[in-house]
């Protein structure tokens, strides 16, 4: 047991990894094998959350927030939020379909990974994985947080036999666009006004 109050954090644990528990302020997760979890908080906004856990099969979240609350039982149904790397996810018979958005991108799979259509912010793209894809990206623009517009850089992004054939044009927009080509394993160029590079 390990506590710090001046932080309002404590931690247990009992035969590492059997249990585990820990609090820091409204925040807490208590952990049988690291598998099986159950975890809530309380935001500045007063919205209560408590999430329940058996991963890999089983996601649950209840929310004082209607909007946030969320269930999913793998293979066969289900809609997360703010999991596994994404905003959100939906998917019915997984791998058949998944859904997924991550910063305004949403990015629709069947038979995941092979088959994707990616689309939103500017990006458009397809693959049927390892053997060809493609997606662009166009130059768009936000405001920072000086109120400030800005340039969000686009790319090109193309393979053939990944990963044999590939090739990419980054920072599109910037002044230090990158292009690259390679044939691996036995051409491979970097162009860009920073950096020539080129191997055989």
Do not use: C
Request: glycine share 6%; no cysteine; hydrophobic share 35%.
């Amino acid at each position: 047991h390990h506590a710090d109050t001046a932080t309002e954090r404590s931690e247990y644990e009992f035969l590492y990894p059997v249990f585990t528990y820990d609090r820091f302020g409204t925040e807490y997760a208590a952990r049988l094998f690291q598998f099986f979890q159950i975890n809530g908080s309380t935001t500045v906004d007063d919205e209560s959350k408590k999430r329940t856990t058996i991963f890999p099969v089983f996601f649950h979240q209840q929310s004082t927030n209607p909007t946030n609350g969320y269930l999913a039982v793998l293979p066969f149904y289900g809609h997360l939020r703010n999991r596994l790397f994404r905003d959100e996810v939906h998917f019915v018979l997984a791998p058949l379909w998944v859904s997924s958005v991550k910063r305004d991108v949403q990015t629709d799979n069947v038979l995941f990974p092979f088959f994707h259509w990616r689309h939103g912010a500017g990006v458009r793209g397809w693959q049927a994985w390892p053997l060809i894809g493609s997606e662009k990206k166009e130059i768009t623009y936000r405001i920072n947080n000086l109120d400030e517009k800005e340039v969000v850089p686009g790319h090109l992004r193309q393979f053939l036999a990944l990963p044999f054939f590939m090739r990419e044009k980054t920072g599109l927009g910037t002044e230090n666009g990158v292009t690259n080509h390679f044939a691996f394993p036995l051409y491979g160029q970097t162009r860009s006004p920073a950096m020539d590079f080129t191997s055989v």
